[in-house]
């Protein structure tokens, strides 16, 4: 990985504002020119590299908006990191990023690793609270149990390809405004694999794969926030010709609470106080997601005061601490009194004067260290 870290809008020499589609063809354009089959300079492999990375996090949405809002320390504390590319096997990128091989070749000896799938999964937010463990299910293809993955029904064998005599790769010429350019392309006859089937297996139908129901427990770890997603490295499709299977994305969508809403890390709550309470004081019960606590709340509580409670917010994702809850106290005014209830409140508003209302000194004071 490169030591300074670039910005990746200049990296792939897009504005900020650009469209997918603008930076997919960015990508596409330099990916071309740095690819090290391709450039002679010795350091397209790193900036190839960068390339990369720069397009693996702004043609994902969530990344692309936490680098936008935090740049690369908001990347990596969102849990995010960069794919550590293997240069030896760059063709994988390509698969990886555009479901297609760039510049027609087939991966070393026909394995080609598998395809990656994903999984949504719905939690509380309870769960994200305390982190838990559940079981997604999926399909994925697998490799078959009858002819072990090679396609070929038992007791026969895949055999050389007649059309490139087993390499996996013909020679493709090609011309352009640049020159004649002379690339190795996956064979037609094989699709690069060197090997062709003669008589399909019976169960796969000589795809050497087959589709199943796989199930797994994922942790999910404290502190998750909705829309994050979690990689099971090699858990996805089951990669060609004994190469590496995919991986499996696991979306977390965490449901809304009706009695918090989340900011980050801390979470917001509201407590009904009649006017009775606020005015004479009250001690009064309010939920967390640690269970309830009571809260006393002063004689003479104003509607929007905020009580912080230090640490009972959600835990910080893959660190120490918490956020905070902030309680924002609402007084309910009465809709409907009796004649009694409202003969008492006009003869409460005949004994008051500007000294009932008066604001403590400092009160804007103490309002704003509730904020902090
Ligand atoms: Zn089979
Ligand atoms: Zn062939």
Known sequence: ??????????LLGVERGATEAEIKKAFRALARELHPDVSKEADAPERFKEVAQ???????AESRKLYDQYGHAGLKRGGFTPTDFDLGNLGDIFSAFFGDDLFGRAARGGAGRGGDTAVRLQIELAD????????????VASTCGRCDGDGAEPGTSPVTCPTCGGAGRVQQ?????????????????????????????EQCDGQGRTMSAKSLDVDIPAGIHD?????????GHAGANGGPAGDVYVEVRVADDERFERDGNDILAAVDLTIVQAALGATVSVPTLDGDVELEFEPGTQPGMVRTLRGKGMPVLQRFGRGDQRVIVNVAVPRRLTDEQRRLLEQFEQGSDEETYRRDEGFFEKLRSALR
Do not use: H, K
């Open 1 to 10: 990985m490169a030591t300074a870290e670039r910005d990746y809008y200049e």
């Open 54 to 60: 720069a397009y693996e996090v702004l043609s994902n």
């Open 128 to 139: 994200a609270y305390a982190g838990s463990t559940r079981r997604v299910e999926f399909e």
């Open 173 to 201: 010429v090609s011309r352009s405004v640049f020159g004649e350019f002379v690339r190795a392309g996956a064979c037609p006859g094989c699709s690069g694999s060197g090997r062709v089937v003669e008589t399909p297996c």
């Open 227 to 235: 829309g994050q997603q979690i990689r099971l490295r090699g858990e």
